[in-house]
Nanobody
Framework: QVQLVESGGGLVQAGGSLRLSCAAS????????MGWYRQAPGKQRELVAS???????NVADSVKGRFTISRDNARNTVYLQMNSLKPEDTAVYYC????????????????WGQGTRVTVSS
């Protein structure tokens, strides 16, 4: 079916940058968008950013101005560029495949990567 593999996580100092990658493989029929979620210990998983196949993007208020989502449709890959990282960005980041509607809202399908850990030290 569908397989998502994340990479790029690691340990970084506050103020530093990381770029996460998510490579998709397998058949994706009705999916028209990708998203990045994150989950910190004791917190619910939250949507960080999303992008449609057509290039429409949305980012959460908590990361707006610091994170940028992009994609390469030919390679079935989505990226999350994270700049000016803060300790509160520490979490496991998950790639997701889903749908974006004309309103810009994102709805996840049940396709998830294994997660990649991001740790930001003070």
């Amino acid at each position: 079916q569908v397989q998502l593999v994340e990479s790029g996580g690691g340990l970084v100092q506050a103020g530093g940058s990381l770029r996460l990658s998510c490579a998709a493989s397998g058949s994706i029929f009705s999916i028209n968008a990708m998203g990045w979620y994150r989950q910190a210990p004791g917190k619910q998983r939250e949507l960080v950013a999303s992008i449609s196949k057509g290039g429409i993007t949305n980012v959460a208020d908590s990361v707006k101005g610091r994170f940028t989502i992009s994609r390469d449709n030919a390679r079935n890959t989505v990226y999350l560029q994270m700049n000016s990282l803060k300790p509160e960005d520490t979490a496991v980041y998950y790639c997701n495949a889903g749908w974006m509607y004309v309103s810009g809202s994102y709805s996840p399908a049940d396709y998830w990567g294994q997660g990649t850990r991001v740790t930001v030290s003070s």
